[in-house]
């Protein structure tokens, strides 16, 4: 029987137990006549990205040869891979010293949502190369998987904060836990406020810990997260904050406080490095997917919408398809493809987002950018922000998509505010770049030079490949007539589109966007 999961043009590839290729048809691929095949296919198949060196492959599975012979080996091997894939062959593919496989047309197993082996199977089961390169290799492998195995469970959270009867107290308990919420798509918090003690209950993984202290002026905040297993302090936080209730609805310490500690709370359990392994990320379920769809390299892109349909099949939750639909938007931002197919396929996830989540402040929020963006109804899109943010203000990216809807209506003045306001609560998650660079775009409308600068370059620092914001950095320093960063810009830019300049960006009509080239300043061209 064809694996339920694997897509009309794609292979899908078993690493636990003895390793298997299967066709879309069903059938099998995998290359038996040898062991050296089989040990290079899963080299990469594990890589980040999907890409290995030549020199990297050729150490690993022939490190007791010369440099020439070992090479000639890697090319003999590669044939024989290539030969038992058929008319997959295509799926490899060399270039600049690079040996790649094709991301999105290759499902693993390890990729499916909370991913366990069978009882007793191992990684790799029963393959032999006798290299010791390769040996080490895959006793790391299976150590990690091993360890993954252990503590890569959903986490189960208890949050426990000290009795308040203040409103500066309720608002962040319900700002937190909302926030948790709107995230994750899953319940992965058990809020009490009583706290009768800090002995966790069973089934723990980590204790959050929350006092306040008040006085007429001020809130003093202490947040703390132990791992219970081995009671470890991961970290804490303190901050402060207006305590009078007619201040606390716009005092961006209280919401700034809640998202740097969703942040660190969230992401502190997910994977951080940012070449960790797909695999890595995606034990992390729904938050995997979002990671992998803001670090956007490679395979990322593909690789989480695949967990996300396979996740919201398996939970029937809204918030899987406007995660999924505001990945779309990627492919009009980041790629220049719009069409029709692109809309309709988004228009219809928006629509079954709102209809089965239309109170997650999160699932508004992802829906109203889509909505703005790829269905070109920013009034729509500003309606849906405005109800993301009374669910939870806490909201960074609610009030981030607020503003793009409102410099479409070309409200600027009030997409600035909003897209500013984002800017100050926001915490310290993967999505901080995206933040920093729709204040840049409403700063750059607004012909706030300086600032749209300083936001450019603070997205661009975070994640030097988001076209996004290079791309307006190049219009702002050619405004400023900086010659040095211009290039450096454009430079960047080029390394992806090389015959990108800033006269092509302004003149081109479907390029990238009209609200880029609407922007209210010169430039030297």
């Known amino acids: 029987m064809v694996n339920a999961h694997i897509e009309n043009q794609g292979l899908f590839l078993r690493l636990f137990g003895t390793l298997s290729v299967q066709a879309p048809d069903g059938t ?30 050729a150490d690993k599975l022939w490190s007791d040869r010369q440099p020439k012979q070992a090479a000639g080996s890697l090319k003999t091997e590669l044939y024989e891979l290539r030969r038992a894939l058929g008319p997959f062959k295509d799926i490899i593919t060399s270039r600049h010293g690079l040996i790649q496989l094709d991301g999105p047309r290759i499902t693993r197993d390890i990729d499916q949502p909370d991913f366990t082996p069978d009882t007793g199977a191992e990684f790799l089961e029963g393959i032999r190369v006798r290299d010791p390169q390769f040996e080490n290799w ?19 959270l208890l949050f426990r904060s000290s009795p308040g009867q203040d409103l500066s107290h309720d608002l962040f308990l319900g ?3 909302q926030s948790i919420a709107d995230w994750c798509a899953e319940k992965l918090v058990e809020a009490d406020s009583n706290m009768p003690d800090l002995t966790p209950k069973e089934g723990v993984d980590y204790l959050l810990r929350h006092t306040v202290v008040q006085t007429d002026e001020k809130v003093s905040s202490s947040f703390a997260m132990l791992r219970v297993r081995d009671d470890v302090l991961m970290w804490q936080h303190a901050s402060t904050y207006a305590a009078q209730p007619d201040a606390l609805f716009q005092d961006t310490g209280l919401y700034s406080s809640i998202n740097h500690r969703v942040d660190r709370t969230l992401f502190e359990i997910a994977p951080e490095n940012g070449q960790s392994s797909e695999a890595a ?5 729904t938050l995997g997917a979002v990671r992998l769809l803001f670090r956007n390299r490679g395979a990322d892109m593909a690789i989480a919408r695949r967990h996300l349909r396979t996740a919201q099949e398996a939970t029937g939750r809204g918030l899987h398809c406007a995660w999924l639909a505001y990945s779309l938007c990627f492919d009009k931002a980041e790629s220049n493809v719009e069409t029709q197919a692109l809309r309709d396929e988004a228009e219809a996830l928006c629509r079954r987002a709102l209809e089965l989540e239309p109170f997650n402040s999160m699932t508004l929020a992802l829906v ?9 109804n920013p009034m729509a899109g500003r309606d ?12 960074p990216l609610a009030w981030s998509f607020q503003a793009a809807a409102l410099y479409h209506l070309r409200d600027i003045d ?17 999505y901080r770049y995206a933040v920093e660079t729709y204040f840049c775009i409403a700063a750059t409308l607004a012909n706030r030079v300086e600032d749209a600068i300083r936001a450019g370059e603070t997205a661009a620092m975070l994640k030097p490949d988001f076209k996004a914001s290079q791309r307006y950095l190049a219009m702002l320093y050619s405004h400023q007539k900086d010659e040095v960063n211009l290039a450096r810009v454009v430079d960047t830019l080029r390394r992806t589109e090389p015959d990108f300049s800033v006269r092509k960006m302004l003149e081109m009509s479907e390029y990238p966007s009209d609200i880029l080239r609407s922007a209210a300043i010169s430039t030297i061209g």
């Open 28 to 57: 099998d691929l995998t290359p038996y006549k040898s062991a050296k095949s089989q040990a290079l296919l899963a080299l990469l198949a594990m890589a980040p990205n999907f890409e290995r060196s030549r020199d990297f492959l």
């Open 138 to 156: 895959l006793r790391n492998t299976r150590q990690s998987f091993h360890k993954t195995q252990d503590h890569g469970h959903k986490p189960r």
């Open 175 to 177: 700002g937190y836990s």
């Open 281 to 285: 990320y995606l034990n992390r379920s």
């Open 368 to 376: 109203s950018y889509t909505t703005t963006l790829l269905l070109q």
């Open 384 to 395: 849906l922000a405005s109800r993301a943010i009374e669910i939870n203000r806490a909201n």
């Open 414 to 430: 009030a997409a600035v505010q909003s897209a500013d306001y984002a800017r100050k609560i926001a915490g310290d998650g993967p």
